[in-house]
């Protein structure tokens, strides 16, 4: 089945510590998208990429650190530096940047304690 | 940045229509009005989107004002597997999409 993957679906981390979220997808599509989400808020842009080896930053890219040397892979980590990462983390592709639909994955929610 | 303005929270019966506005009173002539719903726990799916005309495919209809500053998201019969938070969202020329808190939706038995 094609489709996005985001691994794992729950994570805790210790303070200080840098951590990576997987996210992954087969659907051959070119551009891919981080987001995160609080509680009862809507979903901020982190980072985009819109071709393999070539990413911008969104909204709230501070503390966040993202790669894309396959198509299917846009891994992101989030490092020490940022301030509040407890948060749900969703990761997107869609075929072309200016596709009208993008398609996300079931999202990895962080705990950082 | 266009916004978007939805009521926080509405309720339906189950297989009742349901119509959830949006306002965008500062829309650009060349931003797309997209919507996505969330389940609990889940990432978001895309639901409709359009520009000017009003907009139908299977899963609900998008009308949309003659002005453009507002647009109504229908489902036409309300399922209890349609309760989720649904983003009205515009999309500028930059792609970029701009999620608000949405309107979560509430389907009664």
Redesign the interface.
Known sequence: DGGITQSPKYLFRKEGQNVTLSCEQNLNHDAMYWYRQDPGQGLRLIYYSQIVNDFQKGDIAEGYSVSREKKESFPLTVTSAQKNPTAFYLCASSKLADSYEQYFGPGTRLTVT | DAKTTQPNSMESNEEEPVHLPCNHSTISGTD?I?WYRQLP??????VI?GLTSNVNNRMASLAIAEDRKSSTLILHRATLRDAAVY?CIL?DNN????????TRLTVKP
Do not use: I
Not at chain 2, 95 to 102: T, V
């Open positions: 797309y997209h726990s889940q990432g978001p799916e895309y989107h983003y999309r792609n970029d999409m701009r999620f608000g808190a949405g």
